[in-house]
Structures are given as structure tokens and as C-alpha cells.
């Protein structure tokens, strides 16, 4: 039987039950316990799966550890098997071509704010994925329950981000991976009078800016569309971050928690981003599929560019690409109007032209 490593079968089955939209706890399990094993020698590992002393471990539980064992034995453990026989999603052949041709995520999040992984994992998942770059946008001061960032936080975010490019680019070098660039980035709070909520120095240091509406999303079409307007026109912002705020699957949708779409006037808005070069973001996140087909359709008459992104809290949420595709594509949005189809440097000269 061929060899195989149990530490990455437990990341893959964790990767997959994210995309899939699993319970965090289930996720959880299998990456406390990948990390679990990788602090010990290969010999131990399969000494303790021969031994059936691997629950003996912390973090490591009987159904893990059934994986593990199955693992060392050169088998595919059971519980991947099932995943990959039920995983993926089929497009047609529109979106397909669109999923294609994009070369990274203009929208991601790590847990220096209310993501769930590291920085690292985060942008090695997306080269497993084949991402070219991924732009890390965690939150701004002002979402204080997502644990956003601070100027000084953000700028320690930035050393941090620096010297994993630089790790990224001398193993590039040396073939073990493709070239990837991690950009640095943030889904900046759209306040109530439209500003954005982080220093503007500091925007002006980042490749990419999302900005977003988190609060006061009852607010009347008129104060809500006079937020919007505002924010696009400011040089610092990008895109337009899941423009309605809706919820329409999942946990926090059901019953009285459902959310509804924000009121704006649409031409107002996307004329502006239209106007101003900026683009609206297709959120590909199963719960929010942002926004509505009939708005993005209109955003399309108006000659919106739109940036295609999962919104990624946990490593296998990137693999959420096709969700936006398919949504894109039965809207008529070819590639040539999705910013993330472009080459990193021309993403970067899109968005300096703003400043």
C-alpha cells in the first residue's frame, strides 16, 4: 500500500467539512488533532495508531484517531473517502470557464479577527488551491465583536505579512511551490456618514480595500444610499463589500434571525462605483450570496466591475469560488468584468488608480 500522511489526511478532512459549511467543532477536532500529531516523530505516531494509544493523546479523539490509524496503514481514511465522494459543486460550463479564470480572493480573513486559522494557513490553502494571491482583509476597530483591527494592529499585521512573502517568494525559488503572493488588505467598516474606519495613512499602504456596511442596516434607502455613494467616492476604497447584508441560509437565517436586504437606490450607488472604477463584490458565502440577481444584474447594465470572493473565515471556505461563479455567470458577468481574473500587478494598478 503506498505511504501516506496521516497529519495532512486530518487537515484535508478539516479543509472539506469548512467548504462543506460544517459545524466549527467537528472542523475543530480534526485540526486540533492534526496539530497534536504534528509535534511528535512519524515513528511514535505509528507506534501509538499500532499500540491503539493515540486517544491517549490530547486533542485526539476516537474517530480522528480511527483516521490516523487507517492513515498509517497506507489506507484512505473512511471519512475522507465519504467527503470526496460527496464534495464539489457542478457548474455549467459559463461558470466553469469563470472559475477558471480567476487567480485569486479579493476577500479573506484570518483570526487576528474572527477567522479561525492563521495567517499562514490561510495563504497556503490558497496555493493549494492554485490562487496566484490572496488578499487578507480582516475587520476595522469599529467591529468590535469580529476582534478588528486597530492602527497598531494592523500595521503588526503588516510586518507579519511582509516576512511570509518573503518566505513564500524563496520557496518559489527553490520549486517547492508555485509563485504566490499573500496581498495586504482590509474590509473596512463604511460608518454612518460614509467614512471608513481606519486611518488613512494606512489604507494608502494597503493593495486592497473593501469596505463594508456591518451596522444600521435597517436604516432608511436614503441615509443607506447616501453611505454607500459617499464611501465609493473615497480614493482609499476598492470594493463594495456584500452591498444588501443579507442573510438567507444557514443558522443565523432561520425564523425571526433571518436578515433581510438593506434599501438603497441601486442606480445611485452602482452609477457611482461605475463611475469611480470601483468594483461590487459577488460574496460567494452559502448564507449571504450577495447581491440578489436582480441587483446584480442592474449592476452589470450600469458597467459595475465586480471582484468574485468567498468572504473566507477557515482555509476550505476558499474553496467557495464556485458559489459566486455560477451566481456571475447566470447574470451574464464575463471575466473581462471581474477584477480577480487579473495578474496581481494589474489588480494592484487597478487599485492604485483610485488614489
Known sequence: MADRDPIEDLRRIAFLLERAHEATYRVKAFRTAAAALAALPADEIAARADAGTLTELPGVGEVTARCVAESVAGEEPVYLRRLLETAGTDLDEAATALRSALRGDCHSHSDWSDGGSPIEEMALAAVELGHEYLVLTDHSPSLKVARGLSADRLREQ?????????????????????????????????????????????????????????????????????RMVTALANPHLDILGHCTGRLVTGRKATGQNKRPESTFDADAVFGTAAEYDKAIEINSRPERLDPPKRLLRRAYELGCRFSIDTDAHAPGQLDWLPYGCARAAACGVGAERIVNTMPAQALLEWAASHG
Open 158 to 226: 503588516l510586518d507579519i505579512v511582509e516576512a511570509l512573502n518573503s518566505k513564500l517568494t524563496d520557496l518559489a525559488a527553490q520549486g517547492a511551490m508555485k509563485p504566490f503572493r499573500l496581498l495586504t488588505g482590509i474590509e473596512v467598516d463604511i460608518l454612518l456618514d460614509g467614512s471608513l474606519d481606519q486611518d488613512d495613512d494606512l489604507l494608502a499602504r494597503l493593495d486592497i480595500v473593501v469596505g463594508s456596511v456591518h451596522s444600521k442596516l435597517r436604516d432608511p434607502s436614503d441615509a443607506m444610499t447616501k
